[in-house]
């Protein structure tokens, strides 16, 4: 795969892009599944209570998670020059264990499917996006942000 090199100013502006574009990704499947589509996404976790996930909670932890991702890339790019096959692979396995916590708690079947939906939105964008601005190779001495 050849990685067209990106100025630092232009790749922070691609993976605020990213980050922008997952959540709205989540946010969107959140739309169609609670307000148009009627899955009320209430979830009860053992020992925790139930709780509304609503729009704020969706938008929130995607952008946490989101920035995360995009630290972690920063990172591995500092690091070694394997930096997007690394981040790709925790990425995935990020997106799988994310499911745990769905498959753990009591709701709905359509619930845990909005749910579901939203975490691989959140990838869909946000994987793409921040793995055609990695680097390629190491960038000690500069900004990998």
Known sequence: ????????????GRRLVGVA???????????????VLGHDLVVTQPGR??????AGAIAVA??????????????????????????????????????VPVAGVEA?????????????AVAAVLVPVLLSTTTGSRTTGSTAA
């Open 1 to 12: 795969m050849s990685v067209t090199r990106l100025s630092a100013r232009a790749r922070r």
């Open 49 to 54: 209570g139930t709780a509304d996930v609503g």
């Open 62 to 99: 995607s952008l946490i998670f989101s920035l995360a991702g995009w630290a972690l890339l920063a990172v591995l790019e500092r690091l070694t020059a394997r930096a997007g096959l690394i981040w790709t692979i925790v990425a995935v396995l990020m997106l799988v264990g994310s499911f």
């Open 108 to 120: 709905t079947g359509g619930s845990k499917t909005v749910l579901s939906l939203a975490h691989i």
């Open 21 to 35: 574009g997952a959540v709205a990704a989540a946010l969107a499947v959140w739309a169609v599944g609670e307000p």
